[in-house]
């Protein structure tokens, strides 16, 4: 601990100060989702929604954004250092707010959105930056796990934040709480975080470098596979956040305890990625990550031949949502990792890329699930059938179908 105390002290910060500082950066993509769910019913009705499905389309320009943002901010952040690349992404962040603020039809709010999205990835990408310039192995996945037990509780609190919000005032106010939060870790950062990445150590930003980089994460089996398996679930991921709030709201009518089953969900896939932390060293990723998609896909299709039989009531989709979740904090770290196991040498640019790649993948998916919600589960649980068995095939044609004999990346999710 004495070292990870020496390492944080070059950030300008002691340990608890930058562990915090790094799990709330991440968590500005969570708060400016899920802060936001409860209220696009409302939104929908006051700015005059052609179809009880447009607001959905909310959440889907912010992911848009931040999928493009993070092919932008990936290299700059490894050129210019993490400061300026911070600083950059708060501003388009709080020009985004206020034009969402302001608002008054649903074009100029998913505008506004969508530069929001643009914003956040700048300080999700240097978020996990900070920790890699600080630190390395098993110091570096003891942070992340601190960081991971911030950072779990945000999608829990952060429906419950929009609720209390609108209880005391309109869907503006939430956008109000965006303002405040950026605000203050833009102060955060600027009186208390120092430059991270030394100036021998940046990476000049070049095009020759992105293209090789591009063709590297594309032509590799490895890793474009695995690139397209995270696209492909958390496609069906995201359908289902698309229509959380219609699902929880209208179809099983919680009213406002919409945010108490959001949140628990979240919790359930905040200990899952703690326990993967934990076990994946023993077990390997490509283990978990393999039967976690095969449970995905086998308790959907259960799940969505249960239709045919019954009238599916809330108790029983809260128990197949959280099995759901239990698998995805299995596989988010993990698939990550081993997409990007073979690209050490080009990581800077990879993340970026990979990352970005399977953002579009996942918002395209997603954007076509929640449009085709019909008040049934039927188009959720078929999306996770449908993306799941496509996932498995691509994995088992990555590795040749050898996933027991293949070496296990270890500590995937650090």
Same mark, same amino acid.
């Given at each position: 601990?004495?070292?990870a105390?020496?390492?944080?002290q070059a950030s =300008?910060m002691q340990a608890k100060?930058?562990?915090?500082?790094?799990?709330?950066?991440?968590s500005?993509?969570?708060? !400016?989702?899920d802060?936001?769910l409860?209220a696009?019913g #409302?939104? =929908?009705?006051d700015?005059g929604?052609?179809?009880?499905?447009?607001p959905?389309l909310?959440?889907s320009m912010?992911?848009?954004?931040?999928?493009?943002?993070q092919?932008i901010c990936g290299?700059?952040?490894?050129?210019?250092?993490r +400061?300026?690349?911070l600083?950059? =992404?708060?501003t388009?962040y709080? %020009?985004?707010t206020? /034009?969402?603020y302001?608002a008054?039809n649903?074009?100029?709010?998913?505008?506004? +959105?969508?530069i $929001?999205?643009l914003?956040?990835?700048?300080?999700y990408i240097s978020?996990i930056?900070?920790?890699r310039?600080l630190?390395? =192995?098993? @110091?570096?996945?003891? /942070?992340?796990?601190?960081?991971?037990m911030i950072?779990?509780?945000?999608?829990?609190i952060a429906p419950?934040?929009? $609720?209390g919000?609108m209880?005391?005032?309109?869907?503006r106010? /939430?956008?109000?709480?965006y303002l405040?939060?950026?605000?203050i870790?833009?102060l955060w %950062?600027f009186?208390r975080?120092k430059?991270?990445?030394?100036?021998?150590?940046?990476?000049a930003?070049?095009?020759?470098g992105f293209?090789d980089?591009?063709?590297e994460?594309v032509t590799? +089996?490895i890793t474009?596979?695995y690139? #397209?398996?995270?696209g492909?679930f958390?496609?069906?991921?995201?359908g289902?956040l698309?229509?959380? $709030?219609? %699902?929880?709201?209208v @179809?099983f009518?919680?009213?406002?305890?919409?945010?108490?089953?959001?949140?628990l969900?979240?919790?359930?896939?905040g200990?899952?990625?703690l326990?993967?932390a934990r076990?994946?060293e023993k077990?390997?990723?490509?283990h %978990?990550?393999f039967r976690a998609?095969?449970l995905?896909?086998v308790?959907?299709?259960?799940f969505?031949?249960?239709h045919?039989?019954?009238?599916?009531?809330?108790?029983?989709f809260?128990?197949?949502a959280?099995?759901?979740?239990f698998c995805?904090?299995?596989?988010f770290?993990?698939?990550?990792?081993l997409?990007m196991?073979?690209m050490?040498?080009?990581a800077g640019i990879a !993340?970026? #890329? /990979?990352g970005?790649?399977?953002s579009?993948?996942?918002?395209s998916?997603g954007t076509?699930?929640?449009?085709?919600?019909?008040n049934t589960?039927?188009p959720?649980s078929?999306?996770?059938?449908?993306?799941? !068995?496509?996932?498995?095939?691509?994995?088992?044609w990555?590795e040749?179908?050898?996933i027991?004999?293949?070496?296990?990346?270890?500590?995937?999710?650090?």
């Open positions: 601990m004495e070292n105390h020496n390492n944080t =300008g100060e930058f562990t915090t500082l790094v799990a709330l950066l991440m500005i993509v969570a708060i !400016s989702i802060a936001l409860p696009l #409302i939104i =929908g009705n700015l929604a052609v179809t009880a499905n447009q959905q909310l959440i912010l992911f848009l954004g931040m999928a493009l943002g092919l290299p700059l952040s490894d050129a210019l250092g +400061r300026p690349v600083f950059s =992404g708060f388009l709080l %020009i985004g206020l /034009i969402c302001q008054d649903l074009e100029m709010l998913m505008i506004g +959105r969508f $929001q999205g914003g956040v990835a700048g300080p978020a930056s900070l920790v310039d630190f390395h =192995g098993a @110091q570096m996945a003891r /942070i992340m796990s601190l960081v991971m950072f779990v509780l945000v999608p829990a419950t934040l929009g $609720q919000i209880l005391i005032s309109d869907w106010g /939430i956008f109000e709480l405040v939060y950026a605000i870790l833009m %950062i009186f975080l430059e991270t990445l030394p100036k021998e150590h940046r990476i930003f070049s095009t020759k293209y980089g591009f063709k994460v590799n +089996r474009a596979s690139t #397209i398996c995270m492909l958390f496609g069906s991921f995201i289902y698309n229509s959380s $709030q219609q %699902i929880f709201q @179809q009518e919680t009213g406002n305890m919409f945010s108490v089953y959001f949140g969900l979240a919790l359930v896939l200990v899952s990625s326990i993967n076990v994946v077990f390997g990723a490509r %978990i990550a998609i095969f995905v896909v308790a959907s299709a259960i969505l031949s249960l045919a039989f019954v009238d599916i009531n809330l108790w029983m809260m128990l197949y959280s099995l759901l979740f995805f904090g299995l596989l770290g993990n698939v990550n990792a997409a196991e073979p050490g040498h080009v !993340s970026a #890329i /990979i970005s790649v399977s579009i993948m996942s918002m998916i076509v699930i929640g449009q085709l919600y019909d589960l039927i959720i078929a999306g996770f059938v449908i993306m799941g !068995s496509l996932a498995l095939v691509i994995m088992f990555a040749k179908g050898r027991e004999d293949l070496p296990e990346v270890g500590n995937a999710s650090a």
